[in-house]
């Protein structure tokens, strides 16, 4: 099946050779939000649960919910069930998920704030999810990865700093724009606590780490060298030293015309590209033989049927020159049904006999 890269160590998991820089003929495939609320056995076991952070920290529920996807699609990876609001939490900062109003943080607005966030009881906090990470490690077949996370540090601290989600980050723009080294405290703190976690992770089994940059997008480029490439470039260099052989995906979501830099400042192993990406210039902007990950968009999926197997094919053969790992621009929206999720996945499996 390899074409590409002859004599490479070889993996029985494809994900992990593609993140080698093989290329496999048919790409391995895995989805964002793979584990959610589109599925009916993941509600099941949500409800079962109480709240979304229960779930979260329960182990014997996050690690059924993680496995859910890949038994139902048989996908190439697992992603560990938790969220990269985690990390705050276990920080000490008060965090709720609202039905239909998403995660709510007691804000965090300045550097006189910070005293409130504490490293010391982030590893009791985050142990139910490395015994999850331990369980679903124990738990999948042989070629299966299994993939850890965190939020990219600028993003999670947007959520922090606005107390909520939303799409301008203007609070933490706010604060980074007129304190900017009072910002860095904060992303310094989390850059420590997101090489605590994922190291967490790795020693329970995680073979790979995704960092989620979901808000990368409208920094001037000053700022997203400062707040994005450089954070992520810093906890990328401290995983290679600690866990070298562990490759990185980063995610920078919108990072439009900065993506080739940040892939090569951040250090990364591969990126994942979003679905407003202009394939084409992926493909002539970034380094040689880095692979990439991407990049249907979701609504392709809730539309389903032919066009969604026409723009599949778009992309696998857009992307043909890198290794590739096939998967969303982002993440599957709720009311996605699941028959088209079933249906891609035979696609992808059955690819390149039946390309459309
Ligand atoms: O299947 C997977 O991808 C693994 C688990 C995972 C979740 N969140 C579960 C989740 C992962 C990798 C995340 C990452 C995450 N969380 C991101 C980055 C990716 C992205 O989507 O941009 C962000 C920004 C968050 C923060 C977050 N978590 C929000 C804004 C929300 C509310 C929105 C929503 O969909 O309800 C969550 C909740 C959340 N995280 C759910 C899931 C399955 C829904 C919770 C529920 O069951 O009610």
Excluded at 71 to 77: I, K, P, Q, S, V
Excluded at 177 to 192: T, V, W
């Amino acid at each position: 099946m390899v074409d590409s890269q002859i004599g490479a160590a070889m993996s029985p998991k494809p994900l992990l050779n593609v993140l080698q820089g093989q290329r496999e003929t048919r790409p391995p495939f895995w989805f964002m939000r793979q584990a959610g609320r589109y599925l009916a056995e993941y509600r099941a076991v949500r409800e079962k649960a109480g709240s979304f952070l229960d779930l979260v920290y329960a182990p014997d529920l996050a690690t059924e919910v993680t496995l859910q996807p890949v038994e139902r699609l048989n996908t190439d990876a697992a992603i560990l069930f938790s969220d990269i609001l985690i990390v705050p939490h276990a920080l000490g900062q008060d965090l709720d998920f609202r039905q239909g109003e998403g995660p709510v943080l007691d804000p965090i607005r300045s550097v006189k704030d910070l005293h409130r966030l504490s490293h010391q009881r982030l590893d009791d906090r985050a142990a139910p999810v490395y015994q999850t990470v331990r369980q679903v490690a124990g738990a999948l077949p042989d070629h299966v990865a299994l993939i850890g996370f965190c939020g990219g540090l600028w993003t999670v601290a947007s959520y922090m700093v606005a107390g909520r989600g939303g799409d301008d980050q203007a609070a933490a723009k706010a604060w980074a724009f007129s304190d900017p080294e009072g910002f860095d405290a904060l992303l310094r703190i989390l850059e420590d606590a997101s090489f605590t976690y994922l190291m967490g992770q790795i020693k329970a089994g995680a073979e790979v780490i995704q960092i989620f940059e979901s808000w990368a997008s409208n920094l001037p480029e000053p700022a997203f060298e400062r707040f994005v490439i450089e954070p992520t470039r810093r906890l990328v260099a401290r995983l290679k030293d600690a866990a070298g052989d562990v490759p990185i995906i980063g995610f920078p979501r919108g990072a439009g015309p900065l993506l080739g830099r940040f892939a090569e400042r951040s250090g990364v192993d591969a990126v994942s590209l979003d679905s407003g990406m202009v394939l084409s210039f992926a493909d002539e902007t970034l380094p040689k033989g880095l692979a990439v990950q991407g990049n249907l968009d979701p609504q392709y999926v809730v539309a389903g049927g032919a066009l969604m197997e026409k723009e599949a094919t778009r992309i696998l053969n857009a992307l043909s020159n890198h290794p590739h790992i096939f998967n969303l621009g982002h993440g599957f929206v709720p009311y996605t049904p699941v028959d088209h999720v079933e249906r891609l996945a035979a696609f992808l499996h059955g690819w390149p006999d039946q390309a459309a």
